[in-house]
């Protein structure tokens, strides 16, 4: 295979082709998400902000105009949430990322009922007073269902693709840089799912995730 370098991007922090034509990135979007050399995730998340107040503000008119809460919600849930969370299979979800989520849905749930947060002090209203009028899905644990949902996908194919593979797969031969390491995409699943004895893991999660009634139980028991 040949690749055509003038039709062709890389993304890398060093590229020694020869090709004087080839276009190198430092980032850009794939299949709708933004993808950069540092694996930065939050330029992504401001994307997903963005994104879900414009759909928001596409549907304002109409959810105004609507007099059930609970269609008004169902809208809001199939269009608005999925903006703000698309590709969250993949995120690494730490507790800064998760209150930068809440805080935006927040937000948007404020709009669509259409009470600002200076009138939400003054009546000295919480997040559960704004969720009862809404109706709304709450985000965090959407995007705990999809990211299980996801996880036991990944674990359960055998078709050897690198997104199986990753996931069993153990560097040799190397050092870990001194420090604490990043929070990684698996580290919720291990902590979380895996059954543990004490400090002895007794099955890891990626073994229950490849049962799927097994896997369908964990994830009704950490959304419900």
């Known amino acids: 295979m040949q690749l055509q370098l003038q039709a062709t991007s890389f993304i890398c922090s060093d590229y ?31 994307r997903r902000r963005r994104s879900a107040w414009a759909a928001l503000n596409n549907i304002k008119n109409t959810t105004d105009a609507l007099t059930c809460p609970k269609i008004r919600a169902q809208l809001f849930d199939s269009i608005v949430l999925p903006a703000l969370t698309y590709g969250s299979e993949t995120w690494t979800f730490t507790k800064a990322l998760s209150e930068r989520v809440r805080i ?15 009138e939400q002090r003054e009546k000295n ?33 055998n078709d050897n693709r690198w997104t199986t593979l990753l996931q069993e797969w153990i560097p040799r031969n190397e050092k870990r840089p ?16 895996s059954v543990r004895q004490g ?9 229950i995730a490849k049962d799927r009634k097994k896997w369908i139980a964990v994830i009704r028991a950490h959304t419900n």
């Not at 082709?17 to 992504?44: H, M, S």
């Open 16 to 46: 020694q082709g020869k090709g004087k034509n080839a276009l190198l990135w430092q980032q850009f979007v794939y299949l709708g998400r933004l993808l950069n050399t540092k694996n930065d995730i939050e330029p992504e998340i401001h």
């Open 104 to 118: 935006t849905h927040a937000a948007l749930e404020r709009k669509l009922v259409g009470i600002t947060l200076t």
């Open 125 to 157: 209203l919480h997040r559960e007073d704004i969720r009862k009028m809404s109706q709304v899905k709450d985000p965090l644990v959407f995007i705990t269902k999809r990211k299980l949902g996801w996880a036991g996908h990944v674990m359960r194919r």
């Open 178 to 193: 001194v420090g604490r390491p990043p929070m990684r995409w698996a580290d919720f699943l291990k902590k979380e799912i």
């Open 199 to 207: 400090t002895q893991l007794i099955e890891p999660w990626s073994t």
